[in-house]
């Protein structure tokens, strides 16, 4: 590698995407399949609000990372959430603290959390039809989500978009009706092509959509524009005319975008990851944090990975789905 494309990697990644926990309220068929075993992590083996909260100040922060989203499992479900993110929207340097949830809690909890300082999230949405719901998710709990989103609206959270994974045969009929509710509401629907990640059983029975087809299905019932608005994430977007809001493609499976990746993640193990898709150059923070070790120590092994990451990144993307590597760790448990 060119040392010009190892300071563009060093500098174009300032996004880290933190998993909170890795357990779950829901149990989506394509993220955590019934009946398969989960290995959770034990409670002292996660990296405690205080951890975290040193590791953003003496390692990310000064390596240049801004934004910061809390994912997991169900972020909702971490204790001390609020006051964990007020800690980190009041760190200097950060400039943006985001959430992507499953909303089942957040109708009780939107006030606070947009109080304590998160102004972004991201609700996963993937039917409007109850029934159709339960099968996704696993439980009956489309009005409480429902709820948890008009919430989310009614507090101020600027942009709200919704994530629906599309799956042949059982979602996708819905596509229009969900691509509607972008019109009068200033939201961001996003569509998001199915991966071989935490239900690959599934994923071969059923198969993925591509974002094209969608766009197409569209654009020829509603008409389709290209905004003029970019996310900071891998959403391709777009507008139905005159609609308030945009929809998303983020087509993983179709389309290649990792020459814009700017993130990398950290589990709530502590385990610092430089690609989603696969399970090179991980590095154990929290070990490294609970030995004591100096933060300049900490900070040099991060700019090692991200030195490597322009590299890691486009591992595997050229595997078909039959020959991919079978992950050790589920969307769940990385946080998408
Ligand atoms: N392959 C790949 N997929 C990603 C990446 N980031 C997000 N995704 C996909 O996009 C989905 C939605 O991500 P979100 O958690 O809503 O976040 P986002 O869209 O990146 O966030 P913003 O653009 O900051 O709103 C994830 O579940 C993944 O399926 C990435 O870096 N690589
Ligand atoms: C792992 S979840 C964690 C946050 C929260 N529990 C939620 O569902 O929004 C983050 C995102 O990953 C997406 N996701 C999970 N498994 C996926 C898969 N196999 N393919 C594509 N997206 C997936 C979910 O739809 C969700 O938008
Ligand atoms: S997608 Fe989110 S809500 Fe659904 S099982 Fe996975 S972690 Fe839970
Ligand atoms: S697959 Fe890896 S490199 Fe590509 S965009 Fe996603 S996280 Fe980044």
Known sequence: MSPKKQVQAQNSVDYLRI????????????????????????????????????????????????????????????RGLVDLIAAMTSLSGVEDVSMTTNGYLLEGMARSLYEA????????????????????????????????????????????????????????????????????????????EFMPIGNTALFEHKGWVDSATLRE??????????ANCRGNGPADVFQIPNAKGTLGFISQMSECFCDRCNRIRLSADGW??????????????????????????????VRELLNLKSEINFKDRDRGTSDRPSYQRTMSQIGG
């Open 217 to 226: 299905q569209i654009g020829d019932h509603f008409g389709l524009i290209a």
């Open 117 to 192: 300082g998160l102004k972004r999230i991201n609700i996963s949405l993937d039917s409007l039809d109850r029934d159709i719901f339960r099968q996704v998710t696993g439980r009956d709990h489309w009005q409480k989500v429902w709820q948890g989103i008009l919430a989310a609206h009614e507090v101020g959270f600027d942009p709200l978009k919704l994530n629906v994974v599309v799956i042949p045969g059982v979602n996708d009929r819905e596509v229009l009706d969900l691509a509607a509710l972008s019109i009068d509401r200033a939201w961001h629907v996003r569509f998001i």
């Open 19 to 78: 998993s909170l926990i890795d357990r779950c309220n829901f149990q989506c068929s394509y993220c955590m399949p019934i009946g398969a075993e989960f290995d959770y992590i034990q409670t002292q083996e996660m990296l405690t609000n205080a951890e975290l909260l040193s590791l953003l100040q003496e390692v990310f922060i000064p390596l240049g990372f801004k934004k910061f989203r809390l994912t997991g499992g169900e972020p909702l479900l971490r």
């Open 272 to 301: 610092l990851r430089p690609c989603l898709l696969n399970e090179s150059g991980q590095i154990d923070l929290k070990t490294a944090l609970r030995e004591g070790k100096d933060p300049a120590f900490l900070r040099a092994i």
